[in-house]
C-alpha cells in the first residue's frame, strides 16, 4: 500500500522535474541568441533539413487529402443538390483544422524525430560534452538553430499543404466530376474570410511549430545517452507531439470559433 | 551539399510558403485591396430580417453591388434598421426603390436584393429606403397554409 503511494509520489515529482528541465532549457534557448553572422547559416541549414525536405510528404499528403475531401464532399453534398458549395467545404476544412494539424502530425514524425535521434546521437557520442569542453555552449550552437528552424518552418509547410489541399480539391470536383468552376471559387470566396479563418489557421500553426519542435529538441537532449534511450525518446517525441498537437487544436479551436 | 546551393533552395521554400499564403488570401478568402473609403451607406428598414447578417450580400439584378454592414433594432418603430455599404460607382439607384429581402435557392442563404424603380432623381449617401420587404418565413407560410387563411 505505502509502496504504491510512494511510486505514485516518484512518478509526479519525476513529471514536475520534468516539466521544469525543459522550462529552463527553453529559457536557456531562447535566451542564447548567436550573433548573425554566426547563427544565420546555421539556421539556413536547419532549415533546408527540416523543412526543404519535408516539402515531398507535405506536397503528396496535400493532394491526396484535397482529392478525398473532393470526392466525400461531393457524394454527401449531391444528395441535396448542393455539390457547389464543395469549395467552400473543402476551403474551411483544410484552411481551420486539416491543414494546420495534418501537417503538424506529418512534421512531428517526419522532422521532430529526425530531431531527436540526431540531438540524442550527438550526446550519447558526447559531442555535446566535448562542445563545453571548447567553450562552446551546446544550447546556442546546436539546439538553437533547429528549435528556430521548426517554429519557421512549419507554418510555411502548412500554408503550402492547404494551398496544394485546395488545388487537390478543385481537380476532383471541377475537373473530374464537373462541378461549375465559377461557383467553386465564388462560394468559396464569399464564405472563407482572411482575418477570421486564414490567418486563425496560420495563429494556429505557429502554436503548432512552436510545441513541436521544443518537444522534439528537448527530448533529444534529455534522452539516456544509450541506444535504448534514443529509441525511446524517439517514439516519446512522436507520441507527445501528436498528443500535444490534438489537445491544443480543440482548445485554440474553441476559444477562437466558439461562441462564448 | 554546398552552403550556397543550400541557401538558394531554402530561399525558394520561404518564397513558396509566402506565395502560398498570398494564394489563401487573394483566391481562397477572396481578400481585395479595397478599402471601405469607396462605399456609401444607405439603410433600410425591415419588420422581419430573417437571415441576414453583417457581410451578408446585397445585389441589383443579381449582381453584387454592396454588403450588410450592420443590423440594429430601431427603438422607435421597433423594426430592424439595416445598414448597407453600397459600392460608390453605383451611384444611380432611383430613388423610389425597393429592398427586398430574398433567398438564393429554396435552402440558401438571404440577402438583400434592390427592386429598380423609375424615379429621376437618385438616392443619396445616408439615405432610407422608403418600401422594403422582409424576409419569407417558411414556417409562417406553412402554418398560414395549413390553417386555411
Redesign the interface.
Known amino acids: 500500500m505505502m509502496d504504491n503511494i510512494a511510486a505514485l509520489g516518484r512518478l509526479g515529482l519525476d513529471v514536475i522535474a520534468t516539466v521544469g528541465r525543459a522550462g529552463r532549457f527553453l529559457t536557456g534557448v531562447l535566451v542564447g541568441v548567436p550573433r548573425p553572422s554566426v547563427g544565420f547559416?546555421l539556421l539556413?541549414?536547419q532549415?533546408?533539413s527540416v523543412?526543404?525536405l519535408s516539402?515531398a510528404i507535405i506536397v503528396v499528403s496535400g493532394l491526396f487529402i484535397g482529392m478525398v475531401l473532393g470526392l466525400q464532399g461531393y457524394t454527401i453534398l449531391s444528395d441535396?443538390g448542393?455539390e457547389a458549395a464543395i469549395g467552400q467545404m473543402i476551403?474551411l476544412t483544410l484552411?481551420r483544422e486539416l491543414g494546420p494539424v495534418v501537417t503538424a502530425l506529418l512534421f512531428a514524425g517526419r522532422a521532430g524525430s529526425a530531431l531527436t535521434a540526431e540531438i540524442g546521437l550527438m550526446k550519447a557520442t558526447e559531442q555535446l560534452s566535448s562542445m563545453e569542453m571548447m567553450g562552446v555552449d551546446p544550447l546556442r550552437r546546436v539546439i538553437a538553430p533547429r528549435l528556430w528552424a521548426g517554429f519557421i518552418?512549419l507554418?510555411?509547410?502548412a500554408?503550402?499543404f492547404?494551398?496544394v489541399g485546395?488545388w487537390g480539391g478543385m481537380l476532383v470536383g471541377v475537373e473530374w466530376l464537373g462541378v461549375f468552376e465559377g461557383s467553386f471559387?465564388g462560394n468559396?470566396?464569399?464564405s472563407?474570410?482572411?482575418t477570421e479563418?486564414?490567418l486563425n489557421g496560420?495563429f494556429k500553426t505557429v502554436v503548432f511549430g512552436f510545441v513541436c519542435s521544443w518537444i522534439a529538441v528537448f527530448q533529444g537532449y534529455d534522452c539516456v545517452p544509450t541506444s535504448a534511450g534514443i529509441s525511446s525518446a524517439t517514439t516519446k517525441t512522436v507520441v507527445y507531439s501528436s498528443l500535444a498537437v490534438l489537445g491544443l487544436d480543440f482548445v485554440l479551436t474553441a476559444v477562437m470559433f466558439g461562441d462564448f | 551539399m554546398a552552403?550556397r546551393t543550400?541557401?538558394i533552395?531554402?530561399g525558394l521554400?520561404?518564397i513558396?510558403?509566402?506565395a502560398?499564403?498570398v494564394?489563401?488570401?487573394l483566391?481562397?478568402?477572396?481578400?481585395s485591396p479595397k478599402s471601405d473609403t469607396d462605399t456609401y451607406t444607405l439603410y433600410a428598414n425591415f419588420n422581419d430580417v430573417g437571415g441576414i447578417a453583417p457581410?451578408g450580400?446585397v445585389a441589383m439584378a443579381g449582381v453584387t453591388v454592396g454588403s450588410v454592414r450592420s443590423v440594429t433594432l430601431d427603438r422607435e418603430t421597433l423594426q430592424a434598421r439595416v445598414e448597407l455599404a453600397i459600392d460608390a460607382e453605383v451611384d444611380n439607384i432611383p430613388a423610389d426603390s425597393a429592398a427586398v429581402i430574398r433567398t438564393s435557392?429554396l435552402?440558401?442563404e438571404q440577402y438583400i436584393d434592390i427592386s429598380i424603380g423609375g424615379d429621376m432623381e437618385s438616392l443619396q449617401p445616408g439615405d432610407r429606403f422608403y418600401s422594403t420587404q422582409s424576409a419569407m418565413n417558411l414556417e409562417r407560410l406553412i402554418t398560414n397554409f395549413a390553417s386555411g387563411k
Open positions: 547559416p539556413v541549414r532549415l533546408y523543412g526543404v516539402l441535396y448542393s476551403a484552411v518552418a507554418p510555411i509547410l500554408a503550402i492547404s494551398m485546395i471559387w468559396m470566396q464569399a472563407v474570410s482572411f479563418d486564414v496560420v | 552552403q543550400t541557401e533552395v531554402t521554400f520561404i513558396a510558403g509566402l502560398a499564403l494564394f489563401l488570401a483566391q481562397v478568402s477572396g481578400l457581410r450580400k435557392g435552402l440558401g
